[in-house]
């Protein structure tokens, strides 16, 4: 009989100890990807499963990561986790109203005060909710990330009045709340996916675009931007999500495993991305980046430009879904 390998005495121990039987656990990689770079806490959260998946396997299940968006924009990500060519993503939960329209509340402006309100929610009912009415379009919902507030960045102008905004020409993601948000405050919406949006800002094709402070930080938009305005317009929870075929090719033993290291990243994740928000906004400045932060008189203009955008979308994605939403944000406050 032939000795086995330390590797695989390792692996066999791992499975012992998690109580799973090897012959429901396959040799599986699991591509997993996404539009941040390496180093950024998405990233970050992301090399955390994968080590916790192969920890957790006895090294049988593998992730291979796909940062930068090399494998496309997340709309062509998000096809390919339906027809079952890419295993894995995260994306902004808004992104997902292509699918399920429910998803475009997570989209709506100034919905949440801070990061804690949106985890209760998202964590609780109502997010499960959302994530379970994926399955039906070959999705499968593992719980969200964070990714921070969104801000405003341009080249042209520093934004002190809420009508400085008008006539930009702003880059969105692709989801049609954010371009009649930024239409309703007068700039010209742009929808592109990230991936070429550095040589679009590089090459003045457009003027400026919104992300959270650790992407603008992590993009080297610093390089290409002058003035960041503070607006925290949008907080967009990260759908964590894997293919529904993939899925429903697993054992139960490895649902498991996929569930258990989804959880404990998320854990992880949403610590390193907050962590990473609170130094992001020096290292900004420290860049040459000209900070504005709006007086909340300013923020009141935009909040009453908007409203029009809010009424459309609770129009679309249904009252009781904007409703039960609100319900829940009110029980966390109390």
Do not use: C
């Amino acid at each position: 009989m032939r000795r086995r390998t330390l590797s695989a005495v390792i692996a066999a121990a791992a499975l012992a100890a998690a109580g799973l039987a090897g012959a429901q656990v396959k040799e599986r990689t699991i591509k997993f990807a996404f539009q941040n770079q390496t180093g950024h806490p998405q990233a970050q959260g992301a090399q955390k499963f994968a080590d916790l998946v192969a920890q957790k396997s006895g090294g049988r299940m593998s992730v291979k990561l796909f940062p930068g968006g090399t494998l496309g924009g997340d709309l062509q990500t998000v096809s390919a986790l339906q027809g079952g060519t890419v295993e894995m993503t995260v994306l902004n939960a808004g992104i997902l109203a292509a699918q399920v329209k429910e998803f475009a509340v997570y989209d709506f402006p100034f919905l949440f005060a801070n990061a804690q309100e949106a985890d209760a929610v998202a964590d609780g009912p109502f997010g499960r909710k959302l994530l379970g009415m994926l399955d039906a379009r070959q999705l499968h919902g593992l719980g969200y990330w964070d990714l921070g507030f969104r801000n405003l960045t341009n080249g042209r102008r520093p934004i002190a009045r809420a009508e400085d905004i008008a006539g930009l020409k702003i880059r969105v993601i692709q989801s049609p709340i954010y371009i009649d948000l930024f239409a309703a405050l007068g700039a010209n919406a742009t929808p592109m996916p990230f991936p070429e949006l550095f040589p679009a800002l590089e090459q003045r094709v457009v003027d400026g675009q919104e992300n959270p402070n650790t992407v603008i930080l992590s993009s080297r938009f610093a390089e290409v931007q002058k003035y960041l305005t503070e607006t925290r317009h949008i907080y967009n929870p990260q759908a964590l999500v894997v293919s529904k075929r993939f899925w429903d090719s697993l054992s139960a033993e490895e649902k498991k495993i996929v569930e258990a290291a989804a959880a404990e990243a998320t854990v992880f994740q949403r610590q390193v991305s907050r962590g990473a928000a609170d130094s992001a906004l020096a290292a900004l400045k420290q860049a040459g980046m000209t900070v504005t932060e709006l007086p909340p008189a300013e923020v009141a203009k935009l909040r009453e430009k908007v409203r029009p955008v809010i009424d459309k979308y609770t129009a679309s994605v249904g009252e009781a879904t904007v409703k039960e939403l609100m319900a829940e944000i009110a029980k966390v406050r109390k």
